[in-house]
Structures are given as C-alpha cells and as structure tokens.
C-alpha cells in the first residue's frame, strides 16, 4: 500500500465548477503528483494534501459507479475532467478512472474537456478519437525551457513531451488546445520563449487559452525562491497586448482564460443544445 495515496469514498462523481464555461467538475484526485508551486488548487484541498503538496493525495476510486448514475439523470452539460487535479497524474495508471469517465458522459450526451499536463493522455487516444465530435484536450505550457518547469512545476513531464502529445491529438482530428500558463512574472514572461510556442501552436492548428498567475495564499510559501514577483496590471496589460499581437502574427487563435466562458458558450452550446 502506498501511504502517500489514501483512498475514500466519494459521495457525487459530478460537482459543481466555479468556472463559468463548465458544468459540472468531475474530479476523481484530490491534490496533485505534479505537485505546481503555482497551483490554485493548493487551497481547496484538505489539510493532509495541503501540507504535503505534491507528495499526497486523495483518491476516490468509487467515482465511476457513481457516475454511471448521475449521467443518466444529471441535466446534459459541459464537464471539466479535471478542475483542481490532473486527470493523468502517474497513479492514473494503477486506477484508469479518465477513459471509463469519457465513455459514460459521451454516451450519455455530455461534452468533455480535459485539461493536463501529461502525455499519458495518449493512452486513451482511441477513445478521445471516437468521441471528438463531444470533447476537446488542453494540455498546459509554462516554458519551453526546462529549468523553468523543474522549477515551478517540479515532478510534471517535461515540456518537449508536451508538445509532442499536443501535436499527436491535434493531428488525430481532435479539438487541441494549449493552456499557456499561469504567466508569471519574472518567471516564464520572457516573449521570445513566448513566441516559440505560439509558432508551434501555428504550425500544429492548436488553439491557445492563457492566462496570469493569481497568488492564492496556499501559493505563497510553495512560491518563495522562484524569483517571482507580485504581478501589477500595468505588466499583465503589456503581457496580454504582446501575447495578441504574437499570435496575431502566426494567425492562432487566442483567449484570455476569464473570457474562455464566451467562447465555450458559442460553440459548444451553439451545437449541443
Ligand atoms: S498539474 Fe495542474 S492540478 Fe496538478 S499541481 Fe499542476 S496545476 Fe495543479
């Protein structure tokens, strides 16, 4: 038994998602193995997860039973897979909780969206395939530099992989998008770096959503002695101009994270419903 992974019972599979272009949150993990100094999701966990982050997590293994359930009767909506963990995290392995997930909301007329940082998510390239028409998969790019990762985002697969597996969906037919951020600064807001992926989102037909670091206070210690420094409006308004302008150039298109609602709302609704 791994002390580091303690199992519960969960009680709902599919929970409410403070963000607007979602549905319903489906999270089968509580905390997270990738354990990102940056990670809002630091202050919504328990206790246990909290003071350990990165090395302890919760896990629900009962989830899919439940969900099974709650797809039948829960008004169709857009489900995030997932909102405070990553949903291929290395204990996803052991559980295979994601594909058993996608099955059922497809089946059952829900619309998925999958947002990681691993290219584990290629073991379920099958199904992301079958059900393209009703999903789409974000995968997150702080830096392209891996000494920036290793140092915000200290056990997540390395940038390069990243990529490749983007490339991989994107080329497979499925709607690809890449989660550039949080932009923080004195961090990864170097435009050059910038630039690189967005030319690679160019060449790859992958869409861009971005978005700056918020400094929740779980954050704070977890970000001491990263250099970064509290980001004021005047940066953040130079970032987002520079990153409209750069992805202008290379024709990709590009959406500030609190506006993404708008966008999900016209296409997915637009179709679904
Ligand atoms: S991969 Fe996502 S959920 Fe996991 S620690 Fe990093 S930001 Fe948080």
């Not at 979602?22 to 990738?34: E, K, R, S, T, V």
């Not at 390239?125 to 998969?137: F, Y």
Request: aromatic share 10%; charged share 25%; hydrophobic share 35%.
């Amino acid at each position: 038994m791994n002390e580091n992974v303690i199992e519960i019972e969960a009680r709902h599979a599919l929970g409410k998602s403070g963000m607007k272009e979602l549905d319903y949150a489906f999270n089968p993990y509580l905390g997270c193995f990738h354990g990102c100094r940056y990670c809002y999701a630091i202050d919504m966990s328990p206790d246990a997860v909290r003071e350990n982050w990165g090395t302890k997590i919760i896990v629900r293994p009962n989830i899919i039973e439940l969900l099974e359930r709650e797809a039948r009767i829960y008004r169709k909506g857009v489900v995030g897979i997932s909102t405070i963990t990553d949903p291929y995290q290395y204990i996803e392995m052991k559980y295979r909780i994601i594909p058993a997930a996608i099955e059922i909301l497809s089946r059952n007329g829900f619309y998925v969206t999958i947002q990681t940082k691993s290219p584990m998510v290629l073991k379920d390239i099958a199904i992301l395939e079958k059900n393209k028409k009703n999903l789409d998969v974000g995968i997150t790019v702080t830096s392209l530099k891996p000494e920036v990762s290793r140092m915000v985002e200290p056990y997540a697969p390395a940038p390069a992989k990243r990529l490749d597996a983007l490339k991989k969906l994107s080329h497979s037919g499925i709607n690809t998008w890449l989660y550039l951020g949080p932009l923080i600064q004195n961090v990864n807001d170097d435009l050059d770096g910038i630039e690189k992926i967005v030319e690679f989102c160019g060449e790859n037909r992958i869409r861009i959503i971005y978005d700056s670091f918020q400094d929740f206070s779980g954050t704070l210690p977890y970000m001491a002695g990263t250099g970064y420094i509290r980001s004021d409006q005047r940066w953040w308004n130079s970032m987002d101009n520079n990153i409209k302008s750069i992805c202008g150039k290379y024709g990709v298109s590009c959406t500030l994270e609190r506006d993404e609602w708008k966008y999900e709302l016209s296409r997915k609704y637009g179709k679904l419903f």
